[in-house]
């Protein structure tokens, strides 16, 4: 799929958007330098706990979906992270090395070869459902955002099992689906008791006319 490239302002500030961890303090620089001079150590620490972050994630995640984010303008991300946010998933954009680091560590590693390039990772812990549907659902209005890979429930799973899953209700849907299909044995005997009275009633009226 082709890319418009963002300008050189909107690919800042989608990084901005997307990446909190280098332009909002993992790295801060007064953190990881002594009188001008890199403290290699602190870097290193800073880096494990990045990838200590995406790894919890991974092992919470019952749903995690990598996609390519290139050629978004800053408005469709900040539209993209609401719809995700507001559907109980995180987004967030990671160095590509820890996050690959992240997927061998947790058995996520048929995200590996798809951690390159600028990439957004999306997590869902309750809601199998909700990344693929709000993802793809997104893709269609905007056809910057490529959907790369996904894992379900630990397993890898095609981009055509993505959209399959993508086209489902969504949980609160299921659960009334599920409802309705339970109520209904006590829906049909609730007519038929209601039918035996009604008939007793008439057949009572009858023998004492």
């Known amino acids: 799929m082709p890319h418009n490239d963002p300008t050189e302002d909107e690919a800042f500030f989608i990084k901005r958007l997307l990446y909190p961890h280098v332009y909002m303090g993992v790295f801060r620089y007064a953190e990881i330098t002594d009188g ?9 620490d800073a880096k494990k706990a990045v990838v200590q972050e995406i790894t919890e994630k991974m092992e919470a995640a019952a749903s995690i979906v990598v996609v390519d984010y290139r050629g978004l303008t ?13 559907a109980g998933v995180d ?6 090395t820890m996050a690959r680091r992240a997927a061998e560590a947790t058995g ?3 995200l590996v070869e798809h951690l390159k390039g600028p990439n957004a990772i999306a997590f869902s812990n309750e809601d199998v459902i909700a990344p693929a549907k709000v ?9 910057a955002l490529e959907i790369k890979a996904g ?3 630990g397993n890898a799973v095609t981009l055509e099992e993505l959209e399959a899953l ?5 949980r609160e849907g299921l659960l009334s689906m599920l409802l309705s ?5 006590m829906r049909n005997m609730a007519l038929a008791t209601k039918a035996v009275a009604d008939k007793k009633e008439e057949e009572g009226e009858e023998e004492g006319a």
């Open 36 to 44: 001008g001079v890199m403290n290699m150590s602190a870097i290193l």
């Open 74 to 86: 800053v408005a469709q991300a900040t539209e993209l992270r609401k719809q995700l946010r507001e």
């Open 91 to 96: 987004l967030t954009v990671y160095k590509n």
């Open 108 to 110: 996520n590693e048929a």
């Open 135 to 143: 993802l793809y659902g997104f893709a269609k209005e905007n056809e």
């Open 151 to 153: 894992m379900i429930e």
């Open 166 to 170: 993508a086209t489902l209700p969504s």
């Open 181 to 185: 299909v339970l109520q209904a044995p």
